[in-house]
């Protein structure tokens, strides 16, 4: 899962998809393309939310996307189309590009929508963006399902 600070958006992906997995088996972790935020914890108002949906997200610590998460990951969703940009700037080859994909293609296959960044906006904007997610999470998870 991929934003571009790993404060807002991406943590709150990555905690919802793991609340839907067998985190035993499938790997999910979170990261940003900036590198802003290292180390920190995710924004007050994405705990806020996930607290409220009973999601404790307060175990991850900013990190920014690097190269060798193409080796890691077998897929990588981006949370808009800048990201998306920003992800496929490091891709080696198209291997690593075919692992990125928009998280609200999910919901809204191949439109490209952008999951909206809640930074700049109130708590309603981070209830919006994780009501948002929890669809596209448990489309992922389904699927991951399947392939189980």
């Not at 490091?90 to 960044?117: A, G, H, T």
């Amino acid at each position: 899962m991929v934003c571009l600070g790993n404060i807002c958006r991406s943590p709150l992906a990555e905690g919802i998809l793991k609340s839907k997995v067998n985190t035993q088996k499938i790997f999910v972790d979170s990261a940003g393309t900036g590198n802003y935020h290292i180390g920190r914890l995710p924004d007050e108002r994405s705990i806020t939310v996930a607290k409220k949906n009973l999601l404790d997200i307060t175990d991850q610590r900013c990190r920014q996307f690097q190269m060798a998460d193409f080796d890691e990951f077998d897929l990588i969703y981006v949370m808009d189309n800048s990201n998306r940009r920003d992800v496929l700037k490091l891709s080696r080859n198209e291997n690593d590009k075919d692992k990125v994909k928009m998280i609200l293609n999910e919901i809204f296959p191949d439109e490209n929508v952008d999951v909206p960044d809640p930074y700049h906006d109130n708590q309603r904007g981070f209830e919006n963006v994780f009501n948002m997610l929890d669809k596209a999470c448990t489309i992922i998870a389904q699927r991951l399902l399947d392939h189980d």
